[in-house]
């Protein structure tokens, strides 16, 4: 599930068409329907043309609300850039699209609204011709252009049409197992309690989780969640999600905040980062050490200063490093994008990435060392490498993955710390804090494994729904339908069973929820041939009588549930005698004694073909061993 954002001028119909799109209007507030302008942000959700749904996040278009808008861009696949026909491209246009740019919102589309309002088509092409220089050099760069009236329902197929193959050609956000939830919105809900939304990134959620909510460390648990009112037990990343919380009060949780696994995050006051500068179009003026600015990533707004570890003075249109020391404590992540504004008179001036989240002290201008480290940082720790140069293989040896890093072993063992602590690497047997450079434990990513359960419970459902009376899928068919060799299969569902992930019967796996249930008709059958099967207990019907009178599937079932027993290929007896004989013949060999086939025959006054099949089982799983025509009791 993807989020996309709306990016426009002020009454160019951002919410319109949004509306048109969904047909529910985002505008939550009073103030806002009366105003007929978006102050706030707004959601809503719709389903594309391949099926996917997708949430939307209404951002307001006026200047005095640019601040509210960065709260809803963060983590969005991508965004529909509402442009009017009858103004074309104006100057929140121009700070939009500078922040999708800065934020590197990786794909979208442009809605050429209004265009029943255009005096003719040359008019269109000539706005769509401002509307394409203005996109060139930025992310919205090969971005299509639809023209679209949202009050006459014109072009509304197109721009959903536009949007399906914009997304289509956009990865799914991996699982990394570091879920981050940057809450936009909090309210309470009558007999539920507090609950909060955000774009879920890295990682997914699940009911009964604890999370830790940041920078305060506040706990709290999911008590429930929902996308798009329909209620889940997991929540993936990239997705809307709204995350009811227990063990905290509204009041405790505001904008801006994070839901976070407990541990993943450590809030700081400073933050080493990437920057670039707007260039002089835009208005800016040279950015100078200590200057006043306000930081926004995530859903969160933080004042601070600047301090500059490149330039004293950081001329428009450059880029460069600085050291943020802000007035109160955030909780970010390495890689996070955000936006700077001077805070008088408001205007944006800038964007990059988060490179280093916590640093352990203030650094001085030009120190080449600091500047040198923030360079290899941007590049990518240890850690990352590592974990890029095993996406492409999935489980690998952990030496050869080192190896294909292109780590020495110093680096190897920094790898294994710092992934080890944040759980983003997976061992396939023992813990990641015991690897060594040099072994051949296998390993994998987090996000890969993530993907082989996606994979694997796909298959498991689908097999499920079509096979309800089986127990489950054979360990070989899913082997080969995920295409893993044998021993990489076996040590990944052997974690996938340990964790509770699937539940193994004799030769099958499946979902912990899965019951056999018999229809009424069913359950007549089998309490029919189970009546049959007590009144002669050591004389059974053959398995081919049994499939003719409840069929294979309700047999298969009976043997799982070990209400039947299959001593020999064509020779089941019910589950309590196989139980009792067993328990019987144990007896009569205590002591060293033995048993022939006759003797076991006139045991239970059955036939030689039943007492032959039941030692030959016994033989088979270890309960005895034969010497000649004899059985003894295994040591």
């Known amino acids: 599930m993807r989020v996309i954002c709306t990016a426009g001028h002020v009454d160019h119909g951002k919410s319109t068409l949004v509306e048109a799109l969904t047909g529910i209007h985002p505008d939550r507030l009073k103030e806002e329907r009366e105003r007929e302008m978006t102050i706030d942000l707004g959601f809503a959700w719709l389903t594309l043309p391949d099926g996917e749904s997708v949430g939307i996040v209404d951002v307001p278009g006026h200047r005095d609300f640019i601040e509210n808008m960065l709260a809803g861009v963060g983590g969005v696949d991508a965004a529909l850039l509402v442009i009017a026909a009858d103004e074309g491209v104006m100057p929140q246009t121009q700070e939009h699209l500078a922040i999708l740019d800065l934020l590197q919102v990786p794909a979208g589309v442009v809605a050429l609204t209004k265009a029943d309002l255009a005096e003719d088509e040359e008019w269109l ?27 006459k329902g014109e072009g509304l197929s197109e721009v959903l049409a536009a949007l399906s193959e914009c997304l289509a050609q956009r990865p799914q956000r991996p699982d990394l197992g570091q ?30 989780d604890e999370l830790a909510i940041m920078p305060e ?33 509204k009041s405790e949780v505001i904008r801006g905040q994070v ?12 933050v080493d980062v990437h920057f670039r500068h707007l260039g002089e179009s835009h208005g800016t003026r040279p950015l100078k050490h200590d200057a006043e600015i306000k930081f926004f990533v995530g859903a969160a707004e ?13 001329p428009p249109g450059e880029e460069g490093w600085l050291q943020l020391s802000l007035y109160e404590p955030i909780a970010v992540a ?33 120190d080449p060392k600091v500047l040198a480290r923030l360079e290899t940082l941007a590049q990518g720790t240890p850690g990352e490498i590592l974990l890029q140069a095993l996406s492409s293989r999935g489980v690998e040896a952990f030496s050869a993955a080192v190896q294909r ?23 396939l047997k023992g813990e990641v804090s015991t690897l060594h450079p040099g072994s051949k434990t296998l390993v994998m990513s987090r996000a890969d494994w993530n993907e082989f359960i996606s994979r694997a419970t796909s298959l498991l459902k689908a097999y499920h729904n079509d096979q309800p009376l089986r127990p489950g899928m054979s360990r070989e068919e ?88 299959a001593v020999a290929p064509q020779v089941l007896l019910a589950g309590e005698t196989h139980e009792s004989m067993v328990a019987r013949i144990r007896t009569e060999l205590a002591d060293g004694k033995s048993l022939t086939v006759a003797q076991v025959r006139d045991l239970f006054g059955t036939t030689r073909k039943y007492a032959l099949a039941m030692m030959e089982h016994l033989d088979t799983v270890g309960v005895t061993v034969r010497r000649g025509d004899e059985r003894v009791l295994t040591r």
């Open 125 to 151: 092409a000539l706005v769509a011709e401002e509307v394409s220089i203005a996109l060139e050099g930025t992310t919205m760069g090969a971005a299509p252009i639809v023209p679209v009236s949202a009050t």
């Open 179 to 208: 879920s981050r939830l940057p809450v936009d919105r909090v309210f309470t809900i009558a007999g539920f309690g507090t609950v909060v939304t955000g774009t879920l990134v890295d990682g997914s959620l699940n009911v009964g």
């Open 217 to 249: 460390d506040k706990r709290a648990r999911i008590r429930g969640l929902q996308t798009h009112k329909t209620k889940l037990e997991t929540a993936q990343p990239g997705s809307r999600v709204a995350v009811n919380l227990t063990g905290i009060d």
């Open 259 to 270: 839901l976070a696994k407990p541990g993943m995050l450590k809030a700081s006051k400073l």
């Open 302 to 314: 933080v004042m601070g200063r600047v301090r500059g570890l490149s330039h004293r003075a950081l």
């Open 334 to 366: 390495k890689g996070d994008r955000f936006i700077l504004r001077r805070p008088s008179p408001p205007a944006t001036i800038g964007g990059g990435i988060v490179v280093e989240p916590r640093p352990s002290r203030r650094h001085k201008l030009n």
């Open 405 to 427: 890093a292109g780590l020495d072993d110093a680096d190897a063992r920094h790898a294994i710390e710092e992934l080890a602590e944040v759980g983003t690497l997976l061992s």
């Open 478 to 565: 899913l082997k080969s339908r995920l295409a893993y060799q044998t021993k990489t299969f076996n040590l990944l569902i052997a974690r996938a069973l340990e964790e509770g992930q699937f539940v193994a019967g004799r030769a099958t796996v499946r979902m912990p929820a899965h019951q056999v249930k018999f229809t009424a008709k069913q359950e007549q059958q089998v309490e029919t041939l189970l009546a049959e099967f007590a009144c002669q207990p050591y004389n059974t019907p053959s398995r081919k009588d049994v499939i003719a009178s409840v069929g294979e599937d309700v047999l298969a079932a009976l043997l799982e549930q070990e209400r039947l027993v």
